[in-house]
């Protein structure tokens, strides 16, 4: 049975000390980070800022979320990984 994904559009809001979820690059990073803030205005994932807050990222996803909230970096981190795992994603590179 295959699971249907829909393009979901993920509030990534960062931790006290700047970190979030990133899909693309299926790591942890800091959003102050200069290089890492470069690099999610090149993505293709990048879908907006969430106003200091974090950033919207927008990608298929399972279930019918159409918009999902992610305040737990770690917590998103090992909910795409198991997805991964199980094939359900595909881990980007």
Not at 21 to 29: N, S
Request: charged fraction near 35%; charge should be positive.
């Amino acid at each position: 049975m295959k699971i249907k994904l829909y393009d979901t559009n993920h509030f990534n809001y960062a931790t006290e000390d700047g970190r979030v979820f990133c899909r693309k690059h299926h790591k942890i990073f800091r959003l102050c980070d200069r290089r890492h803030h470069i690099d999610c205005l090149q993505c293709s994932y990048f879908f907006g800022c969430l106003q200091g807050e974090g950033v919207e990222c927008r990608w298929d996803d399972v279930g019918n979320f159409g918009l999902y909230r992610v305040h737990d970096p770690e917590d998103e981190f090992r909910r795409v990984s198991m997805l991964v795992k199980k094939g359900i994603l595909k881990k980007e590179v």
